[in-house]
């Protein structure tokens, strides 16, 4: 079966701290993808970044920065020097089969103040 | 130019009520689910169609009846409706590749806030 745990329910920063949101997955397919999508408080879900198991290769765009570790089963999310804008809530989601169903976890809220 | 569009964007209807919402992608995706968040946030998978034919159906009530006329519009039509129906509705298409691929990514609409009193 699959499973992502995101321990963190909220983090609460001041703004240029940096914040990182941890997600651990759990499956026994050698084939899979992990994604993150933000939640601002619009409501929207916005796609982020997607990794496939076979690249482990670390991610920076902009302020953002995805460690994805096999051995650890993570994908950690880094923003560092956070801003207002930033708060929202953040998913890490899995997908394994291929017919599309993801397995999102519960989610962290982002809280950043001034 | 909206990727995956929803209507109605909020819904407030009594209990007993049947009503549906739409969903509608530009995307040139075959596949298209229905996501349901509750009010903890937590995000759970509703159903997916892919071409037109059903292939994931999560537990849920009868009374939630998908149906997709082609591969750009899944609907949602749900009768008899309760007050634990109340959520946010996200409709999301896919273009899913037989073996995994760059275009597995799913892209959401903007959500259905739908309160039944």
């Known amino acids: 079966a699959q499973k992502v745990t995101q321990a963190q329910t909220e983090i609460s920063v001041v703004e240029k701290e940096d914040v990182t949101l941890d997600c651990v997955y759990e499956?026994?397919?050698?084939?899979?993808?992990l994604f993150w999508y933000k939640q601002p408080p619009s409501g929207e879900l916005v796609f982020l970044i997607r990794?496939?198991?076979?690249?482990?290769q670390n991610e920076i765009s902009g302020r953002y920065s995805w460690n994805f570790q096999k051995s650890t089963s993570s994908f950690n999310f880094t923003i560092t020097a956070s801003q207002v804008v930033d708060s929202a809530v953040y998913f890490c989601a899995l997908k394994t089969d291929s017919w599309g169903k993801f397995q999102f976890g519960a989610g962290t809220q982002v809280v950043v103040t001034p | 130019d909206t990727a995956v569009s929803q209507t109605p964007k909020y819904l407030v209807t009594q209990m007993g009520n049947d009503k549906s919402i739409k969903c509608e992608q530009n995307?040139?995706?075959?596949?298209m689910y229905w996501y349901k968040q509750d009010s903890k946030k937590f995000l759970k998978i509703m159903f997916s169609?892919?071409?037109?034919?059903?292939?994931i159906n999560e537990t849920v009530p009868n009374r939630f009846s998908p149906k997709s006329p082609d591969k750009a519009h899944l609907n949602l039509h749900i009768n008899s409706l309760e007050l634990g129906d109340s959520a946010v509705y996200f409709c999301?298409?896919?273009?899913?590749?037989?073996?995994?691929?760059?275009?597995?990514?799913?892209?959401f609409g903007p959500g259905t806030r739908l309160l039944v009193l």
């Open positions: 499956t026994r397919d050698t084939t899979y993808y």
């Open positions: 999301a298409s896919s273009q899913v590749v037989l073996g995994g691929g760059d275009q597995e990514t799913q892209y």
């Open positions: 990794r496939n198991s076979f690249d482990e």
């Open positions: 995307l040139g995706h075959d596949t």
């Open positions: 169609y892919n071409n037109k034919e059903l292939i």
